[in-house]
């Protein structure tokens, strides 16, 4: 930037950098989406297509930004994680947030004609809001990730018994409010086998766990896995289970930690960087509260390519 009389202006700008040796969690969110639901005629409780775009709106947002190194979405929202050693933008809070929602935006407008072909967008158009969150440890990210994904079976849980109870039930959406009131997770499965024989656990994994997000490298056996491997008996794989219950804490897990790693030297972290940006974007709706999830993955925690 050219000097000039005009420069003093820059004095005004306040540093926004985040603190060093921090997970980074930008989460962004729909703004006013409950509308835009309404105008676009989703499906309830769910619309697989509306999932999916927001899916593939994350995936791009995970190939032009290899610095990142997951992401987790639920309905109209997404948290992506940057490494605690990522040092994008100088960790400027406002440039992540910034260029996190106006590329996940950019490419949920885009695909828009892919998911809803017979639907085109009018004003006012999709927008998204974000903030950066910090977490200090790799218990305090895997804690915050778990409590997305128990939120996202809550919350559709109880989306599901609602919507059941005005489709099918005849009721209209005061009424199934006020009967769903003080209820826990038994109640609405019950509600939904003994009245409309929908059985829970044979809802789509999509809708009661989310998506999660990562570069698709080699995965690494479980411990468990590689003592089976010797076993005569045949290996069974370990059974993922979301909780049943309205509330759930995924504090008693073993505690985790990342390997610390030496940082690269150039050379090596332009590799790395290259293999990232090569890397398949795996979408998947599994569990990611147990341990499996991270012991198969370590590089998600270790912020490098394998």
Known sequence: MANSKYEYVRSFEQPDVLLPNTWIVVRIDG??????????????????????????????VMKELPDLVAAYG?????????????TLFE?????LTTTIVSTFTSYYVFLWPTYFPT?????????????????????????????????????NLYNTTFWALIQHGGLDSQQAEKELMGTVSSDKNEILFSRFKINYNNEPDI???????????????TPSQESAS????????????????????????????????????????????KRRLKARIAIEH???????????????????AP
């Not at 639920?74 to 990522?86: A, G, Q």
């Not at 997305?148 to 079976?153: E, F, N, P, W």
């Not at 993922?240 to 390997?259: F, G, L, N, R």
Request: charged residues 25%; hydrophobic residues 35%.
């Open 207 to 221: 809708f009661k766990k989310g998506t999660v997000l990562y570069r698709d490298f080699t995965i690494a056996p």
């Open 91 to 95: 960790r400027r809070a406002s440039k």
């Open 286 to 304: 599994i569990d990611i509260i147990k341990d499996d999830f991270w012991d198969q993955r370590p590089w998600i925690l270790t912020g490098k």
């Open 31 to 60: 703004r006013g989406f409950h509308k835009l639901t309404t105008k676009y005629n989703f499906e309830k409780p769910n619309d697989r297509r509306a999932l999916d775009l927001m899916n593939a709106a994350a995936a791009g």
């Open 74 to 86: 639920v309905s109209d929202e997404f948290s992506f994680v940057f490494h605690k050693d990522c």
């Open 119 to 155: 639907t085109p967008l009018s004003a006012p158009l999709p927008t998204f809001d974000g903030r950066a969150v910090l977490y200090p440890s790799v218990r305090n990210l895997r804690d915050y990730m778990s409590w997305r994904q128990v939120d996202c079976h809550i919350n």
């Open 230 to 273: 010797t076993d005569p008996a045949p290996s069974q794989a370990p059974k993922v289970v979301v909780p049943t219950t309205d509330s759930t804490s995924a504090s008693t897990s073993t505690p985790v930690t990342a390997a610390r790693t030496p940082p690269l030297s150039k050379t090596a972290a332009e590799k790395d960087r």
